[in-house]
């Protein structure tokens, strides 16, 4: 199809780079709706200020480019449709939700009258990106820019064109031969070409499955010698309830002459021909190559999943598929494509990409996939050297060098990025914040058993752990015991788990996101005295916990609900369907509405409950406004240079506890955190009277 005059001048060659937005959400709660945010510094003024060009000036305004879309011209017409998909998806949004309904002022996005943007796709990917201004400010008044789509150029493998342009039109079949050629080439190319990735042969699991060749109709489980080394493929999936073939110690035997083809469930038998195409002999899945009716058989092996998964070839990840039935391959949803002749560069296939599948911190999460949501498969993912992720869109591969799209999208990080944690002598400080990464990507995470929240995340612990050289306290590092406990619950959580996971103080024995709270220029107030650990199984300490306890010394405060009715925002939240958070003073406020507490537990976001009870804040660590002034040489040690560090405490960092039995005060248990002020943290903390130790469980 033949371009408007308009696109025939767009200079694609020297477009402009995409910018680099510090900050971005998702509006209204949607992952296709990406709007850049002005989060400060020098150079996000200059890209956000109101008459600074974002890219090379295209269309006027929406109007302008509906009419040229009317002429027919393939770029015209598919970023209309997306404007009009972008449009529609907001206002649904917007007006199906309480919250949105009562806030939809402090949110708004209007760019019909404003001016579109040509970029160069990120990470030098072919094809070009569209910006347009939001017209509307909000109630913050923070300039915002929204990240439309973009365009990419495909081209067949036989085009003359092929050498320029690497990516090829999008197959609707994941499985068919063209999406396996692609498979092929992403893993021959990271073998030969990433240091960080290649490897040669590693040893074998206990057992494994061969895959014959591509004209066998039956694969085979086989039991390897100790010492044996190979290439292997794994495949992380999700159950489901339909599973139903499995290896026992009674179908041993039977497995090991054979399996056929026919009898595996879609997601096993796409992983087989995955891994014949490949080139590969051996697959690994879990429910075929451990005894699923043996417990010291599962404990074993489970306890090597770190093996397993980092020393596969590739795992296969079926990220669409919520059940073993649902498979890795399906078809597609069409995308507007086009076929068209573009001056100076000749004829290419367009298709439309996601706006989120360009923002690389967005699309690494695979956050609305089946797979994402299954505790289990986070370390089978960022454990392994290369995964293949089928996914809902289209199909990634993630290395150690980043990960990358069909449609050309990249990230140059890995989710969660724990390649630090295998290279030697790794700084201690990455290696926790990796640890936090980590833990904020499990928490969400859905377990079939609740007691497996340590395991399914043992082979993670084991790298930490052996790059740190500290004791696994029940999820928290012996190095950094305070760090570790000043955790933040995120999201008003249901209590949902009845078995005993882990102490109310480590993020397992909280069911949802655990969220560090070190931030720069943080500064430790409390200490631990002593810990002890009752492991189920005492020759795996990153396994399954019966009960911990840590003694703590640090400042303790009463808190005492506000007698302060709710405030005006706490009104609106209450419209927009939502809890405000329970307000709590201590003898020291010197406002009387108080302080916000974040409970654990939505059900712990009722004041009557905690009007007779004793809640105390543990006041952890604190943040610096600037970093502690260095002392000059010389200068005497004193109250001058105390006050001096007082003055510069911003907040401090408290959990909120209650006594683990009533009418007991030695024993406590953590139902949520607050950050108090920092002038308020300083009077009790001065008062020697206020310092205890406690045991918290």
């Known amino acids: 199809m033949a371009l408007c005059t308009l696109c025939c001048r767009i200079p694609f060659a020297t477009l402009p780079d995409s910018p680099a937005y510090a900050g971005y959400h998702h509006v209204a709660d949607q992952g296709e709706l990406i709007e850049h945010l002005n989060v400060g510094g020098n150079d996000q003024e200059a890209l956000f200020a109101k008459d600074a060009a974002v890219g090379y000036p295209w269309h006027e305004n929406l109007e302008t480019l509906k009419g040229a879309a009317k002429s027919g011209c393939p770029f015209c017409l598919t ?15 917007t007006t199906s939700s309480e919250f949105y309904t009562e806030f939809i002022k402090d949110y708004a996005v209007d760019f019909t009258q404003e001016r579109l943007w040509l970029t160069k796709r990120g990470g030098k990917a072919s094809g070009f990106s569209v910006f347009v201004r939001n017209g509307s400010t909000g109630s913050n008044d923070r300039p915002r820019i929204v990240r439309l789509c973009s365009i990419a150029f495909t081209v067949e493998a036989s085009s003359p064109l092929a050498s320029k342009f690497p990516l090829r039109p999008l197959s609707l079949d994941s499985g068919s031969d063209q999406s396996l050629d692609i498979v092929a080439t992403w893993l021959k190319d990271c073998n030969e070409t990433h240091d960080e990735c290649s490897g040669d042969v590693t040893s074998l699991p206990t057992r494994l499955l061969d895959v014959g060749s591509p004209s066998d109709d039956c694969i085979r489980l086989v039991e390897t010698e100790a010492g044996a080394t190979g290439r292997y493929a794994s495949l992380s999936y999700c159950w489901g309830s339909s599973l139903t073939l499995t290896t026992t110690r009674a179908s041993r035997q039977a497995r090991l002459s054979g399996i056929y083809l026919s009898d595996l469930p879609k997601t096993f ?3 087989v021909r995955a891994t014949r195409h490949i080139g590969l002999r051996y697959l690994w899945i879990d429910s075929l190559c451990i005894f699923q009716d043996d417990d ?13 998964y980092s020393n596969a070839y590739v795992v296969f990840a079926a990220n669409r598929a919520s059940a073993c039935d649902g498979g ?4 597609r949803a069409p995308r507007t494509a086009f076929v068209t002749d573009i001056p100076a560069i000749g004829q290419v296939h367009t298709q439309l990409v996601s706006a989120s599948d360009e923002v690389a911190s967005s699309f690494r999460e695979f956050a609305s996939e089946p797979l994402s949501q299954r505790a289990w498969a ?26 990358t799209s069909e449609d050309g999208c990249k990230s140059d990080h890995r989710y969660c990025g724990i390649v630090t944690l295998r290279r030697p002598q790794a700084p ?15 928490g969400s995470r859905k377990l079939s058993k609740a007691t497996d929240k340590f395991p399914a995340l ?13 004791e696994y306290i029940a999820g928290i590092w012996s190095g950094e015991v305070i760090r570790g406990l000043a955790w ?3 999201g008003g959580k249901e209590r949902t788990v009845t078995d005993y996971v882990g102490p109310s103080w480590s993020w397992a024995g909280y069911n949802g996101i655990a969220a560090s709270s070190a931030f720069e220029n943080w500064e430790i107030i409390a200490s631990a005295k002593s810990w002890q650990v009752d492991l189920r199984n005492k020759e795996d300490s990153y396994g399954q916990v019966k009960s911990a306890w840590i003694q703590i010394h640090g400042p303790l405060v009463q808190l005492e609900l506000s007698k302060v009715s709710g405030t005006d925002r706490e009104a609106r939240l209450k419209r927009g369907g939502l809890t405000p958070h329970l307000r709590f003073c201590t003898k020291y406020s010197s406002d009387a509405k108080g302080t916000q507490v974040i409970m654990d537990y939505k059900a712990d976001e009722v004041a009557e409950k905690w009007r007779e009870m004793e809640v105390k804040a543990l006041i952890l660590s604190a943040r610096l406004q600037d970093p502690p002034r260095q002392k000059d040489k010389g200068e005497d040690s004193g109250q001058e240079e105390e006050n001096t560090r007082k003055k510069a405490v911003s907040f401090v960092y408290g959990l909120v506890v209650v006594p683990a039995t009533p009418g007991q005060r030695t024993e406590f248990k953590r139902i949520g955190w607050m950050f108090l002020d920092g002038e308020e943290a300083d009077k009790f903390q001065g008062e020697k009277k206020n310092w205890d130790t406690i045991t918290l469980v």
């Open 296 to 308: 010291e058989d599962w404990a074993r092996e489970s306890a090597l999943m770190l093996d397993v």
């Open 378 to 403: 986070l370390q089978e993912r960022v454990l392994a050297r290369r995964v293949v992720h089928y996914s809902s869109r289209q199909m990634y591969f993630e290395c150690n060098s980043g990960i």
């Open 488 to 490: 933040q619950g995120l």
């Open 269 to 271: 038998h796409d992983a």
């Open 428 to 442: 201690p400080d990455q290696v926790r914040n990796t640890w936090d990464l980590v833990l904020r990507a499990y």
């Open 328 to 331: 890795c391959f399906h078809t």
């Open 458 to 470: 043992s082979g993670i612990a084991k790298l930490v752990g052996n790059a740190l050289g500290d």
């Open 79 to 93: 970023v209309q449709s997306a404007a009009h998909d972008w449009i529609e998806l907001y206002q649904k949004a």
